[in-house]
């Protein structure tokens, strides 16, 4: 079965820079997206940034360029999201997601907390 394990969560001061892994397992798809979103205390889940993995191709939603950079290492199966600059409002919980092309996003990690101090 699909896993996906984030790590790299914690709390960091706004201005500060964070980065966030999740490692896949248990797929043999061979053309699949995987994305970083978050959901803020309250808030609707939201979007952040999606790889493409037969491509090698990066997109991110509108509000999170600039800030943010989704990489993958293709040998690990895991996916990376570098945040900087963060600010207060980034704080959420980070969710990694795992969709075959084409499809919804089915398989979810178990979510890693960001909390940006002021």
């Known amino acids: 079965q699909v896993q996906l394990v984030e790590s790299g969560g914690g709390l960091v001061q706004a201005g500060g820079s964070l980065s966030l892994s999740c490692a896949a397992s248990?797929?043999?798809?061979?053309?699949?997206?995987m994305g970083w979103f978050r959901q803020a205390p309250g808030k609707e889940r939201e979007f952040v940034a999606g790889?493409?993995?037969?491509?090698?191709?990066?997109y991110y939603a509108d509000s999170m360029t600039g800030r943010f950079t989704i990489s993958r290492d293709n040998a690990k199966n895991t996916l990376y999201l570098r945040m900087a600059n963060l600010k207060p409002e980034d704080t959420a919980v980070y969710y990694c997601?795992?969709?075959?092309?084409?499809?919804?996003?089915?398989?979810w990690g178990q979510g890693t907390q960001v909390t940006v101090s002021s």
């Open positions: 997601a795992l969709a075959m092309s084409g499809g919804p996003y089915d398989y």
């Open positions: 248990g797929h043999s798809f061979s053309d699949f997206y």
């Open positions: 790889y493409r993995w037969i491509d090698d191709s990066a």
